[in-house]
């Protein structure tokens, strides 16, 4: 079905009240959730709200808790989130880093001790749609084995880059696996193979079988050893910085997967260059991409970002796409 | 055949004065090379050798060119390598982040119109060694078919990350390519098959066979439109940053790949925390990935950085492992 960002947006923001959010807060991360529906990504907009409202019943996320700066040093600050919503936390970190960006060139916040931050690419278009370059990644609990080995030891471990380019900046929002749990059971409910492999079966072979790498939990990182050394170094170095927790130390039930740490970093690349040299570069760079030569005739290979601008433009148009059964349960939510 | 270390970079050292570079700067490139031997990565130390020759001799490095600082604000600036021989730029650029760091917190320099860096890794290692954590990548030339595409519009784009942690530290060094075109030429050479798929064949099957993608040139992106979109956003923020060259405006002639731009960033970690709680996480998240369970018992997964420092403690002790004719090269450049 489809629905009125509106109504969405304030569906979501009653729920979140009766969950214990100030009204300030609640109307944040109720915007930050419908938009993640609005551009598509439907596994991390009100389809988690169910788990939040459990962590929040079973004390892993404290729906009052804001973060707090525990220390500064020039253009870096170390955050604590004293496991408050993810969203709001996450969304402040990123709003301070772009404020030490514009007097420092380049900022960093590292947060330690937050919760879930949701759809990961929502700081990265803010970050863009603010003129700020930015990257940001958070930890996980652990839920890939490390490249040479069967049993998870590293987390997925989002990773965001966003490059602002006017109404159309660059958002690259990927996890560490080829595929998350969530679109393996989609697969598989369908009845469908992987369009490439993601995982491996229980004879140690690679599989296109979603249910196959569901039995074994040996999914794949993205680029076999290099994204299970890069998903180990994000976390040391979000640990590091943050001074919170490294993903083996993080609980490995998913209803308590809390106590995350994340790295938001903001530049101003108006700070050292001028918009017009940027606006030609990255026009000409995007226009050498739809320029290859597609696999598919017709269509044109695509730069992170530029399909969730298709799909924003049609759900604010027609009404966002959402699941029934689970904008039903937004109404249950903290009653 | 195995040589001495110091013999190795005396023996690079006396090549690159023969190529035009003064002695203090042919001294640290030629250190830099050695050491990307000593560290067993082979493709990119003395086997680089004659094309760094032949691009003095064609006009697409200047040996005698330093880099220039062009642009400075707070915690970044921005330099042009004018180019000058990658290397020396490259590492005194992440010696200036550290610098920046040091007064800031985190620090970054974007270097523009450089030419090839050798090993990414150097730069990871020498901010690592000094406490320093660190990121930095190169663009490279149009080698790599963005995802849904079948002709190259993305470089390869190497990322380095690295983490301080005495006389551990944690350096990852990925390109964005699954293999290099210099890996799939070795095992096609040797008759072996890849030990992952590393692109797709004629029929645009994915495949393992590495001279089926030789022909093809549709060499496989790490984690298929994961290290697409990574790569686009790598080379995009690069070029802006800096104000140099983006992927497309890069020659396509290996042997003229030339004005590339680079993104040197460090963190100074004791801006924020102690080294005893950093040491403690580092060694629990190490530990977690060497206790996962292992595909082949008695082979235990590895953090990056790892396999480089025992290869390191073999090459010191019995020699560092060279191509015979490829060291027999270096006694003819520039004669």
């Not at 923001?13 to 300030?24: D, I």
């Not at 993601?198 to 249910?211: I, M, N, Q, S, V």
């Not at 939990?217 to 170095?237: C, E, H």
């Not at 609980?251 to 308590?256: E, M």
Request: hydrophobic residues 40%; contains cysteine.
């Amino acid at each position: 079905m489809r629905i009125p960002f509106a109504e969405l947006e304030g569906g979501i923001f009653e729920a979140l009240v009766r969950l214990g959010l100030a009204p300030e807060r609640a109307k944040l991360s109720a915007r930050l959730t419908a938009e993640t529906d609005r551009d598509g990504v439907r596994t991390h907009g009100i389809a988690r709200l169910p788990r939040f409202a459990d962590m929040i019943a079973n004390g892993s996320i404290f729906p009052a808790n804001e973060p707090e700066v525990v220390g500064s040093f020039g253009a870096m600050e170390r955050w604590t989130g004293h496991r408050g919503p993810g969203n709001v936390a996450a969304y402040a970190a990123m709003g301070r880093a772009m404020e030490l960006a514009k007097e420092f060139g380049l900022g960093a916040v590292a947060l330690a001790d937050s919760t879930h931050w949701q759809r990961g690419g929502s700081y990265g278009w803010q970050a863009a749609d603010a003129g700020f370059a930015a990257m940001c990644w958070t930890n996980t609990m652990p839920n890939l084995p490390p490249w040479g080995a069967t049993s998870p030891a590293l987390g997925n471990n989002p990773l965001i880059l966003a490059i602002p380019n006017g109404r159309e900046p660059i958002v690259l929002d990927i996890a560490m696996s080829q595929f998350s749990y969530g679109t393996l059971t989609k697969y598989r409910e369908r009845g469908q193979q992987l369009p490439v492999p993601g995982g491996y079966d229980a004879e140690g072979k690679l599989t296109t079988d979603p249910g196959a790498i569901e039995e074994t939990y040996r999914a794949l990182p993205i680029g076999y050893w290099k994204g299970s050394g890069l998903s180990f170094a994000l976390d040391v170095l979000g640990a590091m910085l943050s001074g919170g927790l490294a993903t083996h130390q993080i609980s490995v039930d998913p209803a308590r997967e809390s106590g995350v740490s994340q790295i938001f970093m903001a530049v101003d690349p108006l700070s050292l260059g001028t918009i017009e040299e940027m606006r030609a570069m990255v026009a000409g760079a995007i226009g050498s991409v739809h320029a290859a030569t597609p696999v598919d005739a017709g269509d044109p290979p695509r730069y992170p970002g530029e399909g969730t601008l298709r799909v924003r433009e049609e759900n604010l148009r027609l009404g966002v796409l959402v699941d029934e059964s689970q904008w039903g349960k937004v109404f249950e939510l903290g009653r």
